[in-house]
């Protein structure tokens, strides 16, 4: 008699996370921000910034981000109370088939937005680029997904601290170059 192989899903798919295989707080801060700080979100920010003035600008600022921490917070707080992920929790929500709409609309929202910033001042803006770098970082992406929440992991403390240090320097390069404070990039835009 053949003896069934099972398979362990380390990353807890299908079933809700134990409490022994959950991650510390400074892990999923580390994850958590490096869904959120990266290039488009800061693209988002220069765009604002470029068609408001600094008080309006600290509204939308405080505003949304009131929004995005309470809709991401109450998420944090049901997902830790009962173990489950976005997945398991939209299929208790939606059922089987209605579960792919919230999925879906994670993946539209995410996909590409870091293309368009990267051609624009690496590439000159070709169309053909940005598909190429959607295509290849998607593939990374996808990849990383793949080899689960330790993946992740490693790339979110890899990435969130290269990037807050790129972004420093782009900023220091960009107040050195003559173009002005972040004030007067302010008063540039809104036409004062």
Do not use: H
Not at 134 to 159: H, R
């Amino acid at each position: 008699m053949k003896k069934e192989q099972t398979t362990v899903d380390i990353d807890f798919a299908e079933a809700a996370v134990p409490q022994y295989a959950r991650r510390g707080i400074v892990t999923m801060f580390m994850i958590m921000l490096g869904f959120t700080f990266f290039s488009a979100s800061m693209w988002v920010g220069q765009e604002l910034a470029d068609g408001l003035d600094f008080g309006g600008f600290l509204v939308s600022l405080i505003i949304g981000g009131f929004i995005l921490s309470l809709y991401t917070g109450l998420l944090g707080y049901v997902g830790a109370e009962t173990g489950m992920s976005l997945d398991l929790l939209a299929r208790k929500a939606f059922g089987s088939k209605g579960s792919y709409l919230p999925s879906a609309m994670i993946s539209f929202t995410q996909i590409g937005w870091f293309a368009i910033p990267v051609a624009n001042e690496l590439l000159g803006g070709s169309t053909a680029a940005e598909w190429v770098l959607v295509i290849a970082a998607g593939a990374c992406m996808t990849a990383s997904a793949y080899f689960g929440i330790k993946s992740l992991t490693l790339i979110s403390y890899i990435a969130v601290p290269l990037v807050a240090i790129l972004g420093t320097i782009a900023m220091v390069m960009a107040v050195s170059r003559g173009d002005g404070t972040i004030i007067d990039q302010f008063a540039k835009s809104s036409g004062t």
